[in-house]
């Protein structure tokens, strides 16, 4: 088949042939499951670190995070999700303190927690020179009656 290329049609007539690739519909599954990856990645941590929060009616859960404190069903103490001992969580107050004066701790605790460990997650905390913190909660749902 002499002459017959993909250059040319049947007819003699030149044909641009495309020789570049169309990203844009790879550009849109990559953002949507960037989307999902962030929707879903608080829902994951909170299951990793075990812990079930207490639900209440009020609260506009609207505070800045700098540290996040909690205590798991165990009574271990975690520093934004690492588990730590009490001296180490003083120093990371204290360190945060120096870089932030104005920092703030959110407390989460598992329902199942002795009241004591989170008191005394809050005395560590206001001992080390932390004055704003939040308890986290969740919200009730309320029920069709």
Request: hydrophobic share 45%; no cysteine; net charge negative.
């Amino acid at each position: 088949m002499a002459g017959n290329s993909n250059d040319f049609s049947s007819d003699g007539e030149n044909i641009s042939v495309i020789t570049g690739i169309n990203i844009t519909p790879f550009v849109d599954v990559v953002l949507v499951l960037l989307v999902i990856f962030m929707i879903t990645a608080p829902a994951l941590v909170k299951e990793v670190m075990d812990i079930r929060l207490p639900k209440t009616n009020s609260g506009d859960g609207q505070i800045m995070q700098t540290l996040g404190v909690a205590v798991n069903k165990d009574g271990n103490f975690l520093l934004n999700g690492v588990i730590t001992d009490e001296e180490g969580l003083k120093a990371a107050v204290k360190e945060t303190l120096a870089k932030a004066p104005n920092a703030q701790a959110i407390i989460s605790a598992d329902t199942e927690v002795a009241y004591g460990r989170v008191v005394k997650a809050i005395d560590i905390l206001k001992s080390s020179g932390l004055e704003k913190f939040a308890v986290q909660i969740e919200r009730e749902t309320k029920t069709a009656q």
